[in-house]
């Protein structure tokens, strides 16, 4: 991912140096569990330990003659080893995968942490702006459509809720793919002891892989991927609310606009939504790292690399990505102005079309049949929507006409819209449970 957008800890997981600390740590785990069975001299764990990772210019240029990245960096880190036969030992009863897949775990399940943490302040986030909206009363829509009274908060209870469970799927694929494979070239411990991947597993504070045929099958890191792709698209669903509410005719919500911001190059007076049009940009980053990674796991005939190129560009961007839409949907939200005035204004713009739906039961509870209340009640919203009448108008008109008798205090208070999220308290609760 471009500098643009990696943040440093983030970045660090996925640079080529720390890839290769990585993959020092296991060749030398390896190697400390060979030499504690009697495989190895245990005079050699000591140099390879002591020995320093190479650097990625050091292993790109010897790379470049072997045409094979784990033999140039195995070939790099004995050029640092002191004294160099001690490295003959390194990489003992091991294939490439071994070490790739094993090193990979620990960037993904230090990559996952990073998120777990950035989720945990986001849930906390939605959470505290929910409940300190909960009595922000609102127009609820539909299809973009004004629909009834909402409160501001239950909106954003609904995306708090959602980014809970986007964190709880995470740490379940982290479990999936936190797994060592140290099982030789085809999988069958052939030329290494089975003890060897549970002493390397448990020094990672990692688990053994169920079963590996030299690589492990793909589909705990494809779910980890779309994991990442749902927290994307929630991060979204944040920026598409503020972008609406942000629009010159709603009004409603806007992001903070600082000292100096500049809207456009061309019109002075702008004020847009970057922050979420960004947000909303880097999630079709992340959804599209899905489709590529999951076919990593059909491979040919027991295996290929196939993946392996693949991955080198999904999984770093896809967490490096994701990394930073949690960094901007947390600030959005913290940041976020909410204007209570316009939401109310908005709600009433319609003259009371949005309580259609309680007149209709309130004509039904009073002996009307359901077919006949909702002809009179739309009849009358359909005028108001034309005429821009306010609804009680239209509505006692078509009553009259209809011979229909309308209880006026009753319809004050069905005209009421704190009476539609009066039962909204439970609900809060449990958004005020959230942690």
């Known amino acids: 991912m471009i500098e643009r957008y990696t ?6 997981v996925w640079s080529d140096q720390h890839k290769y600390e990585l993959w020092c740590r296991v060749e030398t785990m390896v190697l400390e569990a060979h030499a504690a069975a009697g495989r190895v001299p245990a005079e050699v764990v000591q140099p390879v330990r002591d020995a320093p990772p190479p650097t990625p210019e050091r292993v790109a240029e010897i790379e470049e003659t072997t045409q094979h990245d784990v033999i140039a960096f195995l070939t790099a880190w004995a050029d640092n080893t ?4 001690a ?3 390194v990489h003992h009863g091991m294939t490439s995968s071994d070490l790739l897949d094993t090193a990979l775990a620990v960037q993904l399940t230090e990559a996952t942490d990073l998120l777990l943490a950035r989720l945990d302040r986001l849930v906390a986030v939605l959470r505290d ?9 609102k127009v609820g829509r539909t299809h973009g459509v004004h629909a009834e009274p909402d409160v501001w908060g239950h909106r954003v209870a609904d995306i708090a809720f959602a980014a809970a469970r986007s964190r709880d799927r995470l740490r379940a694929a982290r479990e999936r793919v936190g797994v060592v494979a140290i099982s030789g070239a085809v999988g069958t411990y052939s030329l290494i002891d089975p003890a060897v991947e549970v002493a390397v597993a448990e020094a990672l504070d990692l688990r053994p892989a169920d079963a590996s045929t030299q690589v492990v099958l793909r589909d705990s890191v494809s779910e980890w991927v779309a994991c990442l792709a749902i927290i994307a698209t929630v991060c979204e669903t944040v920026a598409l609310e503020v972008r609406h509410g942000q629009r010159t005719e709603v009004r409603e919500l806007s992001e903070a606009f600082g000292s100096g911001q500049k809207g456009s190059s061309a019109m002075p007076h702008k004020k847009n939504p970057i922050r979420s049009e ?3 940009g880097l999630a079709r980053v992340v959804r599209a790292a899905v489709v ?4 990593g796991i ?3 005939h027991e295996r290929d690399i196939s993946h392996s190129s693949t991955e080198r560009v999904f999984l770093p961007d896809a967490a490096i990505t994701t990394d930073y839409l949690l960094h901007l949907t947390t600030g959005l939200v913290e940041n976020l102005v909410v204007d209570a005035d316009r939401m109310r204004a908005n709600l009433e713009s319609t003259g009371g079309l949005i309580y259609t739906s309680s007149v209709l039961l309130e004509l039904v509870e009073g002996g009307a049949s359901r077919e006949d209340a909702y002809a009179l009640v739309q009849a009358a919203a359909m005028e108001t929507w034309n005429s821009g009448t306010p609804f009680r108008e239209t509505l006692r008109k078509r009553a009259a006409d209809t011979g229909v008798a309308l209880d006026e205090a009753r319809l004050d208070e069905i005209c009421r819209p704190e009476r539609y999220v009066a039962n909204l308290g439970l609900l809060f609760d449990r958004v005020a449970a959230l942690s």
């Open 7 to 12: 943040l440093p800890e983030m970045g660090r």
């Open 82 to 85: 002191e004294p160099r036969s």
């Open 87 to 89: 490295a003959a030992y």
């Open 129 to 137: 702006h929910a409940l300190a909206h909960r009595d922000t009363i």
């Open 278 to 280: 960004r947000i909303a």
């Open 292 to 295: 590529p990674v999951m076919e």
């Open 298 to 300: 059909p491979l040919w």
